[in-house]
């Protein structure tokens, strides 16, 4: 078995589809891409998941994460 990511150092992002990560915001970021909001969120390391909605553009960044909720046009993002 490898070495663990966190042991690594590298932070990496799951995205999952159409669902947001409810709560723990950060702060927003607005107007900015999703692969922006991907970066902005893996440079800071109190960042622990983000919910990028697609329409307004808007990634609210995340201290921390819980269940997954549905929500249509959002991309949910976790380190």
């Known amino acids: 078995m490898g070495p663990s990511i966190a042991a690594a150092g590298v932070r990496a992002i799951e995205t999952t589809e159409n669902s947001d990560y409810f709560g723990f915001d950060l702060r927003t970021e607005q107007n900015v891409t999703l692969d922006r909001c991907k970066t902005i969120c893996l ?10 909605n697609t329409r307004a553009k ?15 046009g959002a991309v949910a993002g976790k380190v």
């Open 43 to 52: 440079r800071d390391t109190s960042c622990r998941a983000f919910t990028y």
């Open 58 to 72: 808007w990634c609210f960044l995340k201290s921390d994460f819980n269940k997954l909720k549905p929500f249509s």
